[in-house]
């Protein structure tokens, strides 16, 4: 069974491993349980769910608060996957790029459209508030633009002719990319993902064992019939719900394996990375970001500290959010005090209820740690600092955190809280601002703070002067995006909306666009009347 327009909301959601086209299912689930359930019964909803994993209890309709399953993989449906994208690969390479890039992105933007209502209630199901599901969505519409479609062959084919000779630079597909999406916003990540079919590939995704259901969602309804539409061969795209260490060392021992397309944090990111590299795997890796926003003197600060906000989104638990602030003396403190007052009213309540924003956090141990560790190296706590229910009364029992701001004063030593230094996963905002221990505060100085971050995802500067926003983006190299005056995290094609530098992507990291990180540059040059071969031409 899966889901479809007409599909009553008590229905539950079930998919098998998509392999070859097909649903292969045995005997064993992932069970997916409604968040607004466990919010309300965390543990009678949650236990409910393990024993039905487990197979101690069998499903049946009248169990309230479950609402979709997967199937559970195994190497042997692992391998298979790999096998039928190796053989769709094959054929798929070669399609033209009218199909592959202008007709899929075409069809897909036709499709989302068509089906928003479901991706909506899928995001839901992964918890996410309904408003940061709106945004995700504008990135996936973004993608498919005329912008984007005119980016991507531009950069995927270039053609030119000396005489009669025919000379082409194109990209050509790696081959089978395996891709593991995390488990903050998997489904959002496999799409980003899946645009790797543009450049010829074939895929293969490990939906993640926590949150399995948006991505076989996305895949089997959305980006499937998309290739089927268009004519890609059954194969092109698979899913299966595994185990990630048996998978990525089948991954990492496997010949019909191109690329590992990884999301996730840092540590076990950079051994992959490594274990790629040994195995002859392309690594393309989508790690932290510890974004910084630059507030200058002359900037509109009615607008920054809207963007500001931006960082309690999902309660901070997203990569490319403002996690750091840099706020010129001279405009700080109205800065600060616009920021907290907004911050205060930032909803908390039901994934599913109009205009919440915050999500549950399940770590509270590291908010806390991170907080203390910040006071104690001499931050000020501005705003926030508790634990709170679903309906915002105070408690150390709540599964939210209160929207956090604190003050960090002195940019030179800032980095000596791990807060600034490291990013925070969680709803908690620090605002340096530099003091007399910088000396006097140049541009320069700050664009060097940024350039050293170790993380490089996202950056962006407010300010009104046009010589400081030049020199800054002249200079700002260390990050896959910078946003100048406008929101930290909105999209707007062709702009990439993944990837970065330094710890964020790893020793190959860079904007990401997955057509381009899972291709390779090919030259060819044809002349179709032969000529007497010439190992040289002279110049005119």
């Given at each position: ?390 309906d915002g009364s105070p408690s150390e029992s709540g599964m939210f955190l209160q929207p956090t701001v604190i003050r960090v004063d002195g940019l030179k030593n800032s980095r000596r809280v791990k807060a600034v230094e490291h990013e925070t996963f969680f709803p908690l905002l620090p605002i340096v601002v530099p003091d007399t221990s910088d000396g006097d505060l140049a541009l320069s100085t700050v664009i060097d703070f940024v350039n050293t971050n170790l993380y490089g995802l996202r950056n962006s500067l407010w300010s009104s002067s046009a010589a400081v926003i030049d020199t800054y983006v002249a200079n700002v190299t260390n990050s896959g995006i910078i946003k100048v005056n406008e929101s930290h995290i909105a999209f707007g094609a ?47």
């Amino acid at each position: 069974m899966t889901i479809s327009d007409t599909a009553p909301a008590a229905t539950l959601v079930s998919y098998g491993s998509y392999i070859g086209g097909e649903q292969v299912t045995e005997d064993r689930w992932i069970y997916v349980a409604d968040p607004r359930a466990v919010l309300q019964d965390s543990f009678a909803t949650l236990t409910l769910k393990r024993r039905l994993d487990s197979g101690e209890q069998q499903y049946s309709e009248d169990m309230a608060g479950i609402v979709g399953r997967v199937a559970v993989g195994t190497d042997r449906h692992m391998q298979a996957a790999l096998a039928a994208a190796t053989r769709a690969a094959k054929v798929w390479r070669g399609a033209p790029l009218q199909v592959r890039v202008d007709n899929f992105l075409a069809h897909l933007g036709a499709r989302i459209l068509g089906h928003r209502e479901q991706i909506e209630q899928m995001a839901l199901y992964e918890g996410h508030p309904r408003e940061l599901v709106k945004w995700e969505v504008s990135g996936w519409l973004a993608t498919t633009t005329a912008q984007s479609r005119d980016f991507y062959r531009s950069q995927l084919w270039y053609e030119t002719f000396d005489g009669d000779s025919r000379r082409i630079v194109r990209r050509c597909a790696d081959g089978v990319v395996c891709i593991n999406p995390p488990a903050n916003a998997p489904m959002s990540s496999a799409m980003l993902a899946a645009t790797s079919v543009m450049a010829g590939n074939a895929v293969v995704i490990r939906a993640p064992r926590s949150v399995p259901l948006g991505v076989f969602y996305s895949m089997i309804e959305i980006i499937a019939p998309v290739l089927e539409e268009i004519g890609a061969p059954v194969g092109t795209i698979n899913v299966v719900c595994s185990e990630p260490t048996p998978t990525f060392e089948q991954w990492l021992d496997s010949p019909l394996v191109n690329d590992i397309m990884y999301f996730g944090a840092v540590e076990p990111g950079l051994e992959i990375e490594r274990q790629c590299v040994a195995a002859g795997k392309k690594p393309i890796l989508e790690l932290a970001g510890n974004d910084v926003v630059v507030v200058w003197s002359d900037a509109n600060l009615d607008y920054a500290s809207d963007a500001l906000l931006e960082a309690f989104f999902g309660s901070g638990q997203l990569c490319m959010i403002p996690n750091l602030v840099v706020a010129h003396p001279d405009i700080a403190e109205d800065l600060i005090a616009l920021a907290i007052a907004k911050a205060a009213s930032i909803r908390i309540g039901y994934p599913d209820e109009d205009g919440v924003l915050l999500s549950p956090v399940l770590r509270h141990d590291k908010f806390h740690s991170a907080l203390g560790d910040a006071l104690d190296n001499g931050a000020q706590l501005l705003a926030g600092g508790g634990s709170v229910h679903v309906d915002g009364s105070p408690s150390e029992s709540g599964m939210f955190l209160q929207p956090t701001v604190i003050r960090v004063d002195g940019l030179k030593n800032s980095r000596r809280v791990k807060a600034v230094e490291h990013e925070t996963f969680f709803p908690l905002l620090p605002i340096v601002v530099p003091d007399t221990s910088d000396g006097d505060l140049a541009l320069s100085t700050v664009i060097d703070f940024v350039n050293t971050n170790l993380y490089g995802l996202r950056n962006s500067l407010w300010s009104s002067s046009a010589a400081v926003i030049d020199t800054y983006v002249a200079n700002v190299t260390n990050s896959g995006i910078i946003k100048v005056n406008e929101s930290h995290i909105a999209f707007g094609a062709p702009l990439p909306t993944h990837g970065g530098t330094a710890l964020t992507g790893g020793a190959f990291g860079e904007a990401n666009y997955p057509a381009l990180r899972t291709s390779h540059i090919q030259g060819v040059s044809v002349s179709y009347v032969p000529h007497p071969p010439r190992h040289y031409k002279e110049q005119a």
